[in-house]
């Protein structure tokens, strides 16, 4: 526990206003799953929005870091300053312009209303009353939906939002022109359409800042400006839209798609590697490093549970009360985001590790104390009477025979930890999942790449059955 809380001293922060280097680093939030903006193209982060960030960090004099998370993490992010901005295609609106400083915008475009292909009575706003529409929670299309009367149901980006509507699980999804646009480009779907524009008005996206980093909005701002001047947005817009979408009325938008019209086999043969990549430095570290911690932290409560001394007692009644009543995702939210508003700021994988091994060791505390209690009361005896110290006695007698009973059980708490990785995407952790996600939301192929992702966990949870029944065979021999 030390270690990991240590780690948290040594993270690397982002740059503020005061850095004293010639360029700072700027860390630049991002889905790195929203094409054409930003997305994944042979393992590399490209887009308009990487691109007109790279432009206005090099007139600005800084360097940029990317970090990619869901669009709904970015936020809480920013809040907790695990980036220092974001560049996603955020609508400037009267809520967040409250909250957070925006520079001018860079990108205007226009809103619409996608439907099934069969589906002719959702044209316009008004018909999308009491429909249920997809949309990502913190989007600005998710208020305008909700605002207009929807049932909004929340999904992490466009491309899930889609499916959705071709399976008839939602009615209606409100978003970008030009974000709908590559999507049908990419995927060459024909079972979605757009059916109307949300209205006459026009969008307006820019880079987002905390309040506190007025000099480093101020710094962007200037930035763009020139880019504008110059004709370097222009540029960069016309080659990804074949339009200038840095002006109000920059021509008609065309794009080519992203997805790069790859067969499904050839969506597989290209994110394999990376997915391997994420099971070998996310999955596979994140388990190992949370089980033996969480084993730890486990078999230390667990005889505190077991103590006749009430100080130690409550509190390891409370910690395992407080675990096993709330949901692990809350976990690894108050750690990663929670946390920095008291000064205790972990990265992203310290911050994971901490939250699954807090998690283990509440639910394995019980299974080891269980454990200890099934050997039988008379060996205790035993050995006291031989005058053997209670540590010999838990180290020669009684927990060789209770690991042989926990076995089976904590087995089943590391295939369980080995799945509940798949969150840490949340905290800004890439794992195997979240490399499956990206390549879905790009290609639209979502049940061949969560079925290898599928493919991926029940390898690693395979290998591990075969390791415990050896395990179990080899403290067979503590069998009384």
Same mark, same amino acid.
């Given at each position: 526990?030390?270690?990991?809380?240590?780690?948290?001293?040594?993270?690397?922060?982002?740059? /503020?206003?005061?850095?004293?280097?010639?360029?700072?680093?700027?860390?630049?939030?991002?889905?790195?799953?929203?094409?054409?903006?930003?997305?994944? @193209?042979?393992?590399?982060?490209?887009? &308009?929005?990487?691109?007109?960030?790279?432009?206005?960090? !090099?007139?600005?004099?800084?360097?940029?870091?990317?970090?990619?998370?869901?669009?709904?993490?970015?936020?809480?992010?920013? @809040?907790?300053? #695990?980036?220092?901005?974001?560049?996603?295609?955020? /609508?400037?609106?009267?809520?967040?312009?409250?909250?957070?400083?925006?520079?001018?915008?860079? /990108?205007?475009?226009?809103?619409?209303?996608?439907?099934?292909?069969?589906?002719?009575?959702?044209?316009?706003? !008004? @018909?999308?009353?009491?429909?249920?529409?997809? %949309?990502?929670?913190?989007?600005?299309?998710?208020?305008?939906?909700?605002?207009?009367?929807?049932?909004? %149901?929340?999904?992490?980006?466009?491309?899930?939002?889609?499916?959705?509507?071709?399976?008839?699980?939602?009615?209606?999804?409100?978003?970008?022109?030009?974000?709908? +646009?590559? &999507?049908?480009?990419?995927?060459?779907?024909?079972?979605?359409?757009?059916?109307?524009?949300?209205?006459?008005? =026009?969008?307006? %996206?820019?880079?987002?800042?905390?309040?506190? !980093?007025?000099?480093?909005?101020?710094?962007?701002?200037?930035?763009?400006?020139?880019?504008?001047?110059?004709?370097?947005? $222009?540029?960069?817009?016309?080659?990804?839209?074949?339009?200038?979408?840095?002006?109000? @009325?920059?021509?008609?938008?065309?794009?080519?798609?992203?997805?790069?019209?790859?067969?499904?086999?050839?969506? +597989?043969? !290209?994110?394999?590697?990376?997915?391997?990549?994420?099971?070998?430095?996310?999955? =596979?570290?994140?388990?190992?490093?949370?089980?033996?911690?969480?084993?730890?932290?486990?078999?230390?409560?667990?005889? $505190?549970?077991?103590?006749?001394?009430?100080? *130690?007692?409550?509190?390891?009644?409370? &910690?395992?009360?407080? =675990?096993?009543?709330?949901?692990?995702?809350? %976990?690894?939210?108050?750690?990663? &985001?929670?946390?920095?508003?008291?000064?205790?700021?972990?990265?992203?994988?310290?911050?994971?590790?901490?939250?699954?091994?807090?998690?283990?060791?509440?639910?394995?505390?019980?299974?080891? #104390?269980?454990?200890?209690?099934?050997?039988?009361?008379?060996?205790?005896?035993?050995?006291?009477?031989?005058?053997?110290?209670? #540590?010999?006695?838990?180290?020669?007698?009684?927990?060789?025979?209770?690991? #042989?009973?926990?076995?089976?059980?904590?087995?089943? /708490?590391? *295939?369980?930890?080995?799945?509940?990785?798949?969150?840490?995407?949340?905290?800004?952790?890439?794992?195997?999942?979240?490399?499956?996600?990206?390549? $879905?939301?790009?290609?639209?192929?979502?049940?061949?790449?969560?079925?290898?992702?599928?493919?991926?966990?029940?390898?690693?949870?395979? $290998?591990?059955?075969?390791?415990?029944?050896?395990?179990?065979?080899?403290?067979?021999?503590?069998?009384?």
């Amino acid at each position: 526990m030390i270690v990991v809380l240590g780690l948290a001293v040594v993270g690397t922060p982002g740059a /503020t206003a005061g850095d004293e280097q010639d360029r700072p680093v700027l860390r630049v939030g991002t889905e790195g799953t929203y094409p054409p903006f930003s997305y994944e @193209d042979g393992g590399d982060l490209t887009g &308009y929005d990487i691109d007109v960030m790279k432009a206005v960090a !090099d007139e600005a004099g800084f360097d940029v870091e990317f970090v990619e998370a869901p669009f709904d993490a970015l936020f809480p992010a920013l @809040d907790s300053k #695990r980036i220092d901005v974001i560049a996603n295609q955020v /609508t400037i609106n009267d809520e967040r312009e409250a909250r957070y400083l925006f520079t001018e915008p860079y /990108t205007f475009s226009r809103g619409v209303i996608v439907t099934a292909t069969d589906t002719d009575d959702i044209t316009t706003l !008004d @018909d999308i009353e009491g429909k249920v529409a997809a %949309q990502s929670e913190t989007s600005n299309w998710a208020q305008v939906a909700r605002d207009a009367g929807a049932e909004v %149901q929340s999904v992490e980006g466009f491309a899930q939002a889609a499916e959705l509507l071709v399976q008839g699980r939602v009615d209606v999804v409100v978003n970008d022109n030009i974000a709908v +646009l590559d &999507y049908l480009a990419s995927t060459g779907s024909t079972e979605i359409e757009i059916k109307g524009q949300v209205d006459d008005e =026009i969008s307006k %996206q820019a880079l987002v800042f905390r309040q506190a !980093d007025g000099d480093l909005r101020d710094r962007a701002d200037a930035a763009l400006k020139k880019l504008a001047a110059d004709g370097t947005l $222009a540029e960069i817009s016309e080659g990804y839209f074949k339009a200038d979408v840095s002006v109000e @009325d920059g021509g008609d938008v065309e794009v080519e798609g992203s997805g790069g019209g790859r067969s499904t086999w050839e969506v +597989l043969q !290209d994110t394999a590697g990376p997915m391997l990549v994420g099971v070998l430095k996310g999955t =596979i570290p994140l388990t190992i490093i949370s089980f033996v911690a969480g084993l730890a932290i486990a078999l230390g409560v667990a005889l $505190a549970r077991m103590s006749s001394v009430k100080a *130690l007692r409550l509190p390891a009644r409370f &910690y395992i009360s407080l =675990i096993r009543g709330t949901p692990l995702l809350v %976990q690894l939210f108050v750690i990663f &985001y929670g946390l920095p508003q008291i000064g205790i700021k972990l990265p992203g994988f310290p911050a994971a590790c901490l939250a699954l091994s807090l998690n283990v060791g509440g639910y394995a505390a019980e299974i080891i #104390r269980g454990s200890i209690l099934s050997v039988p009361r008379g060996q205790f005896e035993a050995a006291t009477t031989i005058g053997m110290p209670y #540590r010999q006695l838990m180290r020669r007698i009684v927990l060789p025979q209770a690991a #042989r009973i926990a076995v089976p059980p904590l087995s089943n /708490t590391l *295939l369980s930890l080995v799945k509940d990785t798949s969150l840490v995407s949340v905290v800004l952790v890439t794992e195997v999942l979240r490399e499956a996600d990206k390549a $879905a939301s790009l290609t639209g192929e979502f049940l061949p790449l969560y079925c290898l992702s599928a493919l991926y966990f029940w390898v690693i949870c395979f $290998a591990l059955s075969i390791g415990q029944d050896k395990l179990e065979k080899k403290l067979g021999r503590y069998a009384v």
